[in-house]
């Protein structure tokens, strides 16, 4: 007898969600690397009482949850392709449905622990944790996540080599967050204006919110419903180097 749908992204979920936390490279890039560097930077124990943690930590939110998305759930869709499980092992569009829903409930579940992780690394430099602040910071980290996961899926979508999507996914996350970081400097309008279009400028806005952004969380849901539907359709299941 097959298994129900329901029972069957369960399953995988808890497969995928596993497979990610047993990755080494993966915590130490993702929630150390980060953490670290915001100490390098930031932390002075006799200032940070006097600085908001939400403000002096919205970057760092605004890169893991982009992070995650890119590198995490788009790298793993093509990396699946590229090996050839999709086409040895999805033949319908239902197969397909059930693989993009596990992996992504699956990352979502990795991505607000990574959050959760980091909150717990960096906030004692600001005092004492409090449960009420870091509930309010995940939820806005989980908009940041699904923002990025609409681009990110639309590139998982595209006919890129493994290699190739491994260099454009550094070069688009590195002139993001250069441009964003030089715009928030900048005194010309035009170029403030291009600025407020940066998805890491509005991952920051998000994050320094003072209440969870249910528009914005309904828009990027939607978007990433949209961008799933696309993919479950048209998603390549050959790899690229294929002939077939």
């Not at 749908?5 to 497979?19: D, G, K, N, Y």
């Not at 715009?183 to 806005?205: D, M």
Request: with cysteine; charged share 10%; aromatic share 16%.
């Amino acid at each position: 007898m097959t298994p129900s749908l329901p029972r069957r992204v369960a399953s995988l979920t808890l497969i995928f969600a596993l497979e990610q936390i047993r990755e080494p490279l993966s915590l130490i890039w993702t929630i150390i690397s980060p953490a670290a560097l915001f100490y390098l930077l930031s932390y002075n124990r006799h200032s940070a009482a006097l600085l908001d943690y939400t403000v002096a930590t919205a970057w760092f939110y605004a890169y893991i949850a982009s992070s995650v998305a890119f590198f995490g759930f788009c790298f793993y869709l093509i990396g699946r392709r590229e090996s050839g499980f999709v086409r040895s092992f999805m033949h319908t569009r239902t197969a397909k449905a059930v693989f993009l829903a596990s992996h992504f409930i699956s990352y979502s579940l990795v991505s607000l622990l990574y959050a959760c992780a980091f909150y717990l690394i960096t906030k004692p430099a600001f005092g004492p944790y409090d449960l009420q602040e870091a509930v309010s910071l995940t939820l806005r980290f989980y908009v940041c996540f699904l923002g990025f996961c609409t681009p990110a899926l639309l590139l998982a979508n595209a006919r890129l080599k493994f290699q190739t999507a491994n260099t454009l996914i550094s070069v688009l996350l590195f002139c993001g967050i250069m441009t964003a970081l030089m715009g928030t400097q900048a005194g010309s309008p035009t170029v403030q204006w291009f600025t407020a279009l940066n998805p890491f400028v509005v991952a920051k806005r998000v994050m320094e919110a003072s209440q969870v952004p249910f528009v914005a969380l309904g828009c990027s849901a939607a978007l990433l419903l949209g961008a799933a539907l696309v993919t479950i359709k048209t998603f390549r299941t050959n790899p690229v180097w294929s002939r077939y």
